[in-house]
Nanobody, 118 residues
Framework: QVQLVESGGGLVQAGGSLRLSCAASGRIFRPNRMGWYRQAPGNQRELVAFITNGGTTTYADSVKGRFTISRDNVKTTVYLQMSSLKPEDTAVYYC????????????WGQGTQVTVSS
């Protein structure tokens, strides 16, 4: 059973920074990708960024140049460094692990609140 434990959310002023962490435990098949999604009230959950186990990254246009995703394959942990935060970044951030085999499947964390005040 894969479990994802997130940490690092909180309240920050606009222009500030936060770092989210997500530690995965259990057996995670490769190839895989680890990433972050977010959901603001009244909105659908949207992709923020993900990183493959080979290190390839993908970002939403809204966070390019401000957020950096990284991972530690030994610790099976993914990080999201968020800088130049804006009020519109306010959301619940969810950690995600997507595996491709033996079947495609998504694991989700419980979510961590990020609030950016203006």
């Amino acid at each position: 059973q894969v479990q994802l434990v997130e940490s690092g959310g909180g309240l920050v002023q606009a222009g500030g920074s936060l770092r989210l962490s997500c530690a995965a435990s259990g057996r995670i098949f490769r190839p895989n990708r680890m990433g972050w999604y977010r959901q603001a009230p009244g909105n659908q959950r949207e992709l923020v960024a993900f990183i493959t186990n080979g290190g390839t990254t993908t970002y939403a246009d809204s966070v390019k140049g401000r957020f950096t995703i990284s991972r530690d394959n030994v610790k099976t942990t993914v990080y999201l460094q968020m800088s130049s935060l804006k009020p519109e970044d306010t959301a619940v951030y969810y950690c995600n692990v997507h595996i491709y085999s033996p079947n495609e499947y998504d694991y989700w964390g419980q979510g961590t609140q990020v609030t950016v005040s203006s």
